[in-house]
């Protein structure tokens, strides 16, 4: 072996020393052709604690079942209510309640109530997309609490225009309106659940039509379809057959 074989080994195998050879947070280590002791950073200390809790305990303790009841039960409430308040007025009140909707005429009745009906559908779809924020939540139930107390003072049902027209007499028409207008918005939004669904199940994952199946594409297809309900109520004739 001769004196370069020699003089690469011994470097090498200095090197490998050198570099095995840490103590803390120094090293030695060979630069420039001399043995010298560099500081190296420490591994920092572990962020996540050791915890015997599992997933399920985790997931529990994110929960808040006290404040999903209380939600629960408010929702109810606002279903319940303010229908009930409305229905009170109609037959109660019934002289009141038709000069008021006398202000509007069964169009604007009918885009009233749709509107807020479109409110509450669209607050519960950013509900479940942002699942995160209660905000979309509340505004879910207050919205609810509007529609139901139109469709109260409408007296909403499957025959409502029998039950409008024994209340309200010649005055109905707005009652139908609002009624028309709130089951517009309903409709709309089942057909669009639909489609939806036959859209998730018919296009391919690698298809260009997915987009289609997007968070933003998904609610400018429910609007269209929203839009296309109240301009079949306003211009479709439906207003002068109830």
Known sequence: MDETTRDASA????TRSDRSDQSGNEAREIVGGKLETVEVSKHPDPTIPDTELSLAD???SKSHPVRWIVYIAGVLIAIVVPYWIGRMLAVNHTAWVTDHFNILNPQGMAFVSWT???AALTCLGLAVVDSTHWLWRILFAIALAGEQLIAGLALLRFDFWYSTYVVYGKSCAVANAANLGIIS??????VFAVVWVGLLVVIKKDSPLNVLTRSWASFILFFAFEVCALLIVLFGGLLGTV
């Open 11 to 14: 470097y090498a195998e200095t």
């Open 58 to 60: 985790i997931e529990r």
């Open 116 to 118: 807020v009906t479109l």
């Open 185 to 190: 918005a309903g409709f709309a939004v089942a």
